[in-house]
């Protein structure tokens, strides 16, 4: 299975811009990488997926190099709102997209 | 998300009952899942179907089954349930070509 790895926590303000990196050594060819938000006792949201380069929606971007073996999250001008804990996601090696979620990193967004 | 829901929210149960999780899906879609969450841990997947005819396991399948009913329903039984059983459960969904899946509110399940 493919493997990602992420700092456990990170801390930020109010109005900054916070990035979260992962690695996925092991991503197959036709992966996409996914990354999903999860408040307390709530299933895990959707917010961003890409393949390589960078995307942008409404509420994050997502950057991922040209070896694809990283990516990165970036959250523009977090609130309180954004505290919460976010995974990143690769479709494991076995040819179709069977999502496996790490531990993910625990953002705290303090005022 | 209010288009996939799974009852119940919450089950206080014995060591050794068969217990049933039922999920329920308006969103059309395809395929369906099954994970588990232990506290401060991130979610493990039991079971898979991409289709009504498909059920597939996932990394901790052991202890639980499944039934695909009908492309809207899936069901997750524990068929002799044990304490280390007690977790949060949620149940998703999503469309073929996509890794964006759609989660269910959870089923917090005790096992005593």
């Known amino acids: 299975l493919a493997k990602t790895t992420q700092p456990i926590s990170m801390d930020s303000y109010e109005g900054q811009e916070v990035n979260i990196t992962c690695s996925h050594n092991n991503i197959a060819t036709n992966d996409y990488i996914t990354w999903y938000q999860q408040f307390p006792s709530q299933g895990p949201r959707f917010i961003i997926q890409g393949y390589k380069t960078k995307v942008t929606n409404e509420v994050a971007s997502l950057f991922i190099p040209a070896d ?44 | 998300d ?9 089950r206080i149960t014995k060591t050794g009952k068969r217990i049933m999780l039922e999920c329920s899906q308006t969103k059309g879609h395809d395929r369906m899942y099954w994970y588990r969450q232990d506290p401060g841990l991130g979610l493990r997947l039991i079971y898979y179907s991409f289709d009504v005819k498909d059920i597939n396991k996932g990394e901790i399948s052991d202890g639980y089954s499944v039934s695909r009913q009908a492309q809207a329903k899936f069901s997750l039984s524990l068929e002799s349930a044990i304490p280390n059983q007690t977790a949060l459960y949620f149940c998703a969904t999503s469309v073929w070509d996509t890794n964006e899946q759609f989660f269910g509110p959870g089923t917090r399940l005790t096992v005593l």
Not at chain 1, 76 to 84: E, F, G, K, N, Y
Not at chain 1, 93 to 100: A, M, S, T, Y
């Open chain 1, 68 to 111: 694809r073996k990283s990516s990165t999250l970036s959250l523009p001008r977090v609130s309180l709102s954004d505290t919460a804990v976010y995974y990143c996601l690769v479709g494991d090696d076995e040819g179709f997209q069977k999502l496996v979620f790490g531990t993910g990193t625990r953002l705290l967004v303090s005022p």
């Open chain 2, 2 to 10: 209010a288009d996939v829901t799974q009852t119940p929210r919450n």
